[in-house]
C-alpha cells in the first residue's frame, strides 16, 4: 500500500508538472532553451534599414537586455519620439530599465514588462522584431489592425532570423549580415515597407487598408540572397541553423 501510494503521489506530480508546462508553452507559444542576444554588426544593419527619421516611434518587441533600444537611442536619440521595449521576462525588464536609468535613457525609453500580443502597436513607425516564425505569424496581423488606426503613417518592419510567414506583402529588402561573434555564418535581416494611405473615413478604413509591395531589391552589407530562397542558406550547419530558429533566440517575450 505505501509503494502504491508513492507511485501515485509520483504520477499525480509528474501529470501536474507536464500539464504545467504545456501550459506555460503555449502560453509563451515560442518555447526558449536559451537566451541568444543580436550582434552588434545585426543591430547596426537593422537600425540603417529603419531608416529612422524626426518623429518616428521606435518598437522592439521582446527586446530582453535593451541592446537594441540602447544602441538604436545612440544613434538615432536627437530623431525619434519615442522607444518602446516589449518584454514579457520580469527579471531582464527589470535589468533593461535598471541599464537604461543608468544611461540616462529612462525619459526616452519605456520599458513594458507584459505580454507583446497585448500591447498596442497604434502609434509605431518603425519595429524591429527577433521571434521564430511562429511568433512572427501571430504578432503580425496585431501589428497591421492596430496600423489602421495611425494608416498615414508609414510603417518600417525589420524581422531577425525568420521572415514573416504567410505575409500579404514581401520583405523590399533581405539580407545577411557577417558577425564577429559568428564569423563561418551570415544572419538574415528581412525589412518590409507598409505604405500610407488616403486618409478616409472611419467606416471605409477596412476597406481601403492595403498593404502595398514596393519593388523588391535585395541589399546586403556582405552576401545578398534571393528573397525567395531559404533564409538560412547559410554557412551554419543545418543543425545549428534549425536550434537557434527554432528555440534559441534573444528573448523571453511572449512570443
Known amino acids: 500500500i505505501y509503494l502504491l501510494y508513492i507511485y501515485l503521489l509520483s504520477l499525480y506530480i509528474y501529470i501536474y508538472t507536464f500539464s504545467n508546462s504545456i501550459h506555460y508553452i503555449y502560453i509563451m507559444i515560442a518555447p526558449r532553451k536559451k537566451l541568444w542576444s543580436t550582434p552588434d554588426e545585426v543591430i547596426t544593419r537593422a537600425i540603417e534599414l529603419l531608416n529612422i527619421h524626426t518623429n518616428d516611434i521606435i518598437y522592439d518587441i521582446g527586446c530582453g537586455d535593451g541592446r537594441f533600444l540602447i544602441k538604436c537611442m545612440d544613434n538615432t536619440s536627437k530623431c525619434a519620439v519615442r522607444y518602446t521595449g516589449i518584454e514579457i521576462d520580469d527579471e531582464r525588464a527589470n535589468k533593461t530599465i535598471k541599464l537604461l536609468n543608468e544611461l540616462n535613457y529612462h525619459d526616452k525609453c519605456n520599458i513594458i514588462c ?7 502597436y ?10 521564430t516564425e511562429r511568433g512572427l505569424r501571430l504578432i503580425y496581423p496585431l501589428i497591421i489592425d492596430a496600423h489602421k488606426k495611425n494608416a498615414h503613417q508609414k510603417l518600417i518592419i525589420v524581422t531577425y532570423m525568420s521572415m514573416i510567414p504567410n505575409c500579404d506583402i514581401k520583405p523590399i529588402s533581405s539580407e545577411k549580415v557577417k558577425t564577429t561573434v559568428h564569423p563561418i555564418g551570415e544572419w538574415p535581416l528581412h525589412c518590409y515597407c507598409i505604405e500610407p494611405v488616403a486618409e478616409v473615413g472611419q467606416d ?6 492595403t498593404t502595398t509591395t514596393p519593388t523588391v531589391t535585395t541589399t546586403s552589407t556582405t552576401t545578398a540572397t534571393n528573397i525567395g530562397d531559404t533564409v538560412f542558406n547559410t554557412n551554419i550547419s543545418e543543425t545549428e541553423t534549425e536550434t537557434i530558429h527554432d528555440t534559441e533566440v534573444n528573448s523571453s517575450t511572449d512570443i
Open 114 to 120: 507584459g505580454n507583446a500580443l497585448e500591447q498596442d
Open 122 to 131: 497604434s502609434s509605431a513607425t518603425c519595429i524591429f522584431l527577433y521571434l
Open 204 to 209: 471605409n478604413l477596412n476597406n481601403n487598408y
